[in-house]
């Protein structure tokens, strides 16, 4: 079965410190997605990135980092020097190859303190 | 170029009642993807549209169902409604389906309340 955990219920942290999201996911797969969604306390999900199982070179985009390690079942994504705009719930999220059996993990609450 | 929309943006309904939610993709896009959050179950996806048709669906009862127009506009129907189906659904739209290298557009969710 599918599996995807997100340890950290809440995070705070102040403005410019650098923190990261932890993702660990189960499954049987051996091609899979991997992704990760913002939602800002407006409501609407912003998605942010999607990593294919074959792909586990790092991304970067702007502030945002993803580290994507097979050997651990990982896909951790830091924010550097974050943001209050920063402060949302982030979901990670598992599917299949065709975008079938798409599981997301509970989510995690982040606060950046000014 | 507008975006996601979903109508209608709240909702109220009784306990067997039956519900249909509406979503218009952006412009240009084919695949319709539907999901549901709740405090207790968090975010689960609902089904999937592309060119009218579904190519996959999540781990719902049969009291949720879907379609897709040739617009590509889509609606999802929840007959029979029960109090565990309040929940904010949301919809995203991209060019292709999911097992593609697409990026996803969220609309703001209809938020449903039973009672």
């Known amino acids: 079965a599918q599996k995807v955990t997100q340890a950290q219920t809440e995070i705070s942290v102040v403005e410019k410190e650098d923190v990261t999201l932890d993702c660990v996911y189960e499954?049987?797969?051996?091609?899979?997605?991997l992704f990760w969604y913002k939602q800002p306390p407006s409501g609407e999900l912003v998605f942010l990135i999607r990593?294919?199982?074959?792909?586990?070179q790092n991304e970067i985009s702007g502030r945002y980092s993803w580290n994507f390690q097979k050997s651990t079942s990982s896909f951790n994504f830091t924010i550097t020097a974050s943001q209050v705009v920063d402060s949302a719930v982030y979901f990670c999220?598992?599917?299949?190859?065709?975008?079938?059996?798409?599981?997301f993990g509970p989510g995690t609450s982040l606060s950046v303190i000014p | 170029k507008a975006g996601v929309t979903q109508t209608p943006r709240y909702l109220i309904k009784t306990r067997g009642q039956q519900v249909t939610l509406s979503c218009s993709p952006i412009?240009?896009?084919?695949?319709v993807s539907w999901y549901q959050q709740t405090p207790g179950q968090g975010l689960q996806f609902l089904f999937e549209?592309?060119?009218?048709?579904?190519?996959n669906k999540g781990n719902f009862p049969g009291r949720f169902s879907g379609r897709q127009f040739s617009n590509s506009r889509s609606e999802m129907n929840v007959s029979t409604l029960e109090l565990g189906d309040s929940a904010l659904y949301l919809c995203?739209?991209?060019?292709?389906?999911?097992?593609?290298?697409?990026?996803?557009?969220f609309g703001p969710g209809t938020r449903l309340l039973v009672l």
């Open positions: 995203a739209s991209s060019l292709r389906p999911g097992g593609y290298q697409e990026t996803q557009y």
């Open positions: 990593r294919n199982s074959f792909d586990e």
């Open positions: 499954t049987r797969d051996t091609t899979y997605y």
């Open positions: 999220a598992l599917s299949g190859a065709s975008y079938d059996k798409v599981i």
């Open positions: 412009s240009g896009h084919r695949s």
């Open positions: 549209y592309f060119s009218e048709t579904q190519r």
